[in-house]
């Protein structure tokens, strides 16, 4: 078991010491001016110091993307390592950072497994999506543990009208290589002053051998079609009120299938991915709005044996309450400040010491614009979590808007993350004596923001203290035990360049990286040091084209940097064909070079496939 727990813990990334985008689409370049996540109010992401990447729905439909993975991995700043193709583990890392220092929200809930600490991105449905915001660097400071690297959030899909008042609805059906398909439909409207959404999906493949044979080796030698399946449900449901401008709303997603996989003692999983939640938000006086946020997130999962025997349960339940008050103190001046409360609880075939945990976080931020062009954040949040206790953390950023589009911007903050239940609890080897892993970063950077040219260049530097990594006890019979002795120092630079010339939209990104174990100077595993990505798209009458370029350089698959992963290009090509203003047909052709890769060591990533789609939409 613990040889098991050894491997789970290296592809999430544990067991080391370890800019505003503007995204083009194949019509025109998105241009979303409002941010959520960064300061947890609405503000224009041309006054923020944070490194800011949105997704729209509009960009997800252009660029084509079936999954939250194909979305993700060309954005500046992350790596993935993926253990196969649809629904397979799907590590994240951001600025280098352990996949479990990455903080997941799905409508300001805190999302993903209390067990291992990570998110199962692979099983978030994205037909379900409506925006997806992403901010990188340290946010401790706003949502306490786990945002070392940043933070994801997914905003579900939300009711709307069309031009006729009517209710919206959008059909897709499609299919492709691997006896893949996909179906999704969603109707969302509004009635007075409720709105409503309601829309279902499904996802399946027959799949393709995910992992090398390597004879004589249990679990490594299973010639097989590792398929997947996801079916999922949303449903939001609002209503406004003229008295005290007020809103109320409940909100619910659920995905549940099941993912085959090559594994050593295990290969098949069953899961659920569910959150549900209702909030409320008023005026208190004119500039003061206050909100009430209550939720629960979970993530449930059970394994099973190659002869098809129960193998193991771990279900993770995430109890959120939010107080969330937004004042203003002037135009130039806004204050947000408030409460978090989150209540942990396993339920699991293996027993742990300890099933429960809560944490209780104050936070309090501070954006000023002062003069006319210099925009000032600063936070600060304090935690106390049953597990470890107290902790501070702290963030400030500031942004200068100067003449001809340029920008220069700075910030510096700390960020920590507390101890999984794994780390804690698990029999054998978890240490309830563990404190949390510690993080400073400062980061500097110049923006320019042109007629027909967007660019941006940053630089960071991380350092990370009291990581924690599996420590062997035992050599004969295996056994490790979680240590806080891991050391890191992670140093990158983030540039991009945006344009848009004869009608074509182009985005060159490029991103370095240099994650290193500050003890043994090696390489932090499953992290590329270079990644280059290009997209060009335009329309051209009725039909949209577009391609996409991803290169990446060599990565360790081990601690030790002695299993190598080499690095790859692919390149995807995507059209679409308009019908009509409400019918489309599209079309994607990924690895066009049929490029034989990996991500993570004996784990194939796909090789040349395609996808059809039919879209309607009112």
Do not use: C
Request: hydrophobic share 35%; glycine share 8%; charged share 20%.
């Amino acid at each position: 078991m613990q040889k098991i727990l050894a491997s789970s813990l290296l592809l999430a990334g544990i067991n080391t010491p370890a800019q505003a985008q503007e995204n083009p689409t194949n019509n025109s370049l998105e241009l979303p001016t409002m941010v959520v996540t960064a300061t947890r109010s609405d503000v224009a992401k041309k006054q923020l110091a944070a490194a800011v990447t949105v997704y729209t729905r509009k960009d997800i439909e252009s660029l084509q993307a079936n999954t939250l993975p194909d979305l993700l991995r060309n954005t500046p700043g992350i790596d993935m390592a993926q253990t196969g193709g649809y629904g397979k583990i799907t590590s994240v890392f951001m600025r280098g950072t352990n996949s479990d220092q990455v903080l997941v929200l799905i409508d300001g809930i805190k999302f993903g497994s209390v067990t291992s600490g990570t998110s199962p991105f692979e099983f978030i449905p994205i037909d379900q999506i409506e925006r997806v915001e992403i901010i990188r660097g340290p946010q401790s400071s706003l949502y306490g543990s786990e945002a070392i690297g940043g933070v994801i959030q997914i905003f579900t899909r939300k009711g709307k009208n069309n031009a006729q008042d009517q209710p919206s609805v959008s059909i897709d059906a499609g299919g492709g290589s691997y006896d893949t398909y996909r179906v999704a439909g969603t109707v969302s409207g509004k009635w007075k002053n409720s709105w409503y959404t309601l829309g279902s999906s499904g996802l399946g493949s027959h799949g393709f051998n995910a992992r090398e044979a390597i004879p004589g080796l249990y679990g490594l030698d299973q010639p097989d079609h590792d398929g997947y399946d996801n079916a999922a449900v949303n449903a939001r449901v609002g209503h406004h009120f003229d008295a005290h401008n007020a809103d109320l709303e409940a909100f619910f997603m659920r995905a549940q299938g099941h993912t085959d996989y090559d594994g050593n003692y295990q290969d098949k999983t069953n899961f659920v991915e569910q959150v549900v939640g209702t909030s409320g938000s008023m005026d208190i006086i004119k500039d003061w709005r206050s909100t009430l946020r209550l939720g629960q997130s979970r993530d449930d999962g059970e394994q099973f044996a190659p002869d098809g025997t129960f193998s193991s349960e771990f279900n993770s339940t995430r109890w959120n309450v939010t107080w969330l008050n937004q004042y203003a103190l002037s135009e130039e001046h806004q204050l947000v400040f408030g409460s978090d409360y989150r209540l942990d609880e396993v339920d699991s075939s293996t027993l742990y010491t300890q099933t429960s945990r809560y944490d209780v976080g104050v936070f309090s931020e501070l954006h000023s614009q002062l003069w006319d062009d210099h925009f000032v954040t600063a936070s600060v949040r304090y935690d106390n979590n049953e597990a470890f206790g107290d902790y501070v953390t702290g963030n400030i950023g500031w942004r200068f808007n100067w003449d001809y589009g340029l920008s220069a911007l700075a910030s510096f903050g700390n960020a920590f993350k507390a101890p999984s239940f794994n780390d804690l609890y698990y029999p054998n080897y978890g240490n309830p004596n563990l404190k949390p892993e510690e993080s400073t970063t400062v980061e500097v950077g110049i923006v320019g923001d042109h007629d027909w040219l967007q660019w941006e260049i940053r630089a960071y530097h991380t350092n990370i203290d009291n990581l924690i990594t599996p420590v062997l006890v035992n050599p004969i019979t295996y056994d490790y035990m979680a240590e806080n002795i891991g050391k890191a120092l992670i140093d990158g630079i983030e540039s991009e360049i945006g344009t848009q010339l004869l009608g074509w939209n182009g985005k060159l990104t490029m991103s370095l990286l240099s994650p290193e174990n500050r003890e043994t100077n090696l390489r932090l595993p499953r992290r590329a040091k270079q990644t280059l990505t290009f997209d060009l798209s335009r329309s051209i009458g009725d039909f949209d084209v577009g391609a996409h370029v991803l290169a990446q350089g060599d990565r360790y698959d081990n601690p030790a940097n002695t299993i190598g992963v080499a690095g790859y290009v692919t390149v995807d090509l995507r059209t679409a064909y308009h019908f009509n203003k409400n019918w489309q047909l599209s079309a994607t052709l990924n690895n066009l070079l049929d490029k034989n890769y990996q991500t993570a060591d004996t784990y194939n990533m796909p090789d040349r496939n395609f996808f059809v789609t039919v879209h309607y939409n009112n």
